[in-house]
């Protein structure tokens, strides 16, 4: 971003987190879907049963786990990465 001007890393920085909240809504919407067909099975009721409840608990945390252990697993690669090139 040396390179850039003022106004074009303004724009490359608003083009970032356009790209950053669509794709957080992209998971989001897919953790919501998953979930819901996951857990949710009973329709006779507009109330959400306790056992559904449950899941959809269980759901949200095993995602969010998921996605923990995903950026650590990211920021090792990217570590041993960085190592590797700064040997070279």
Do not use: P, Y
Not at 41 to 66: P, Q, Y
Request: hydrophobic share 35%.
């Amino acid at each position: 971003m040396d390179g850039l001007n003022a106004n074009e890393q303004r724009m490359l920085e608003q083009r970032i987190q356009k790209r950053q909240v669509k794709e957080f809504m992209s998971a989001f919407g897919n953790l919501v879907e998953n979930c819901f067909n996951s857990c949710v099975d009973d329709f006779t009721s507009k109330a959400i049963s306790t056992r559904e409840t449950g899941c959809l608990n269980r759901c949200v945390l095993k995602w969010m786990a998921t996605q923990q252990r995903m950026g650590d697993r990211f920021q090792e690669h990217n570590a041993v990465l960085s190592q590797q090139m700064a040997n070279k």
